[in-house]
């Protein structure tokens, strides 16, 4: 079956632009994770969506990040006002249970580089 | 607070040699443990994982990773590694009743021919 999907693969933008990431679960996940991972560096955690509750915001670096996931299933990660330090590869990753499960597994999708220059 | 963390940046090792990818991690409680592959271009493909139980835990492509209490130590192994094997490998930590995972910061492999 398919994977988990992200667009656009890369993303080239200007400072001070707004830029929309998006990811598309395996079908009938219910929960869904944004991570971002600098170079040399292994995934950080930025969000949690159990279904389209966001539940937990607590790794987005500051109040221009943003991430939302309407109708439990795409979810979208904007990024405003686009500054260098934003650079880096965004990835989204899903789980068929509720993500305190014991058998909880994330799959990750490819992942979206994002350039700010 | 959790943590992991991979003590080498890289592992060299001749094909057909033994491979060891080695991880160390600090939870509260009891942990949740993750392996997990990374080719270029691509997206991080999971390996496997200690829930609880039998202390070694098998995983995809020959893989193996042997879950140690006391050293708090999750290390990778693969019997006979190939050349196909070489990537960057993650170890990732989950506290019980938490959903983020904590991964180290990776190990490049690379497998001679």
């Known amino acids: 079956g398919a994977g988990v999907s992200q667009s656009p693969r890369y993303k080239v933008t200007k400072r001070g632009q707004d830029v929309a990431l998006r990811c598309d679960p395996i079908?009938?996940?219910?929960?869904l994770y944004w991570y971002r991972q600098a170079l040399g560096q292994g995934p950080e955690f930025l969000t949690y969506?159990?279904?389209?509750?966001?539940?937990?915001k607590s790794g987005l670096p500051n109040d221009r990040f943003s991430a939302e996931r309407p109708e439990g299933s795409i979810s979208t990660l904007t990024i405003q006002r686009t500054e260098q330090r934003d650079s880096a590869m965004y990835r989204c990753?899903?789980?068929?249970?509720?993500?305190?499960?014991?058998?909880?597994?994330?799959?990750f999708g490819p992942g979206t580089r994002l350039t700010v220059l | 607070a959790q943590s992991v963390a991979q003590p080498e940046d890289q592992v060299n090792v001749a094909e057909g040699n033994p491979l060891t990818v080695k991880c160390t991690y600090s939870?509260?409680?009891?942990?949740?443990l993750f392996w997990y592959v990374q080719y270029p271009n691509r997206g991080l493909q999971f390996l496997l994982k200690y829930i609880t139980g039998d202390n070694l835990v098998k995983g995809s492509y020959g893989f193996e990773a042997e879950f140690n209490k006391s050293q708090t130590s999750f290390h990778l192994k693969k019997p006979s590694a190939l050349v196909s094997d070489s990537a960057l490998y993650f170890c990732?930590?989950?506290?019980?009743?938490?959903?983020?995972?904590?991964f180290g910061a990776g190990t490049t492999v690379t497998v001679r021919a």
């Open positions: 079908s009938g996940h219910v929960s």
């Open positions: 969506f159990n279904y389209e509750a966001q539940q937990d």
């Open positions: 939870v509260s409680g009891n942990p949740y």
């Open positions: 990732a930590v989950r506290d019980i009743g938490d959903y983020k995972l904590s």
């Open positions: 990753a899903s789980s068929l249970e509720t993500g305190s499960h014991p058998y909880n597994e994330q799959f």
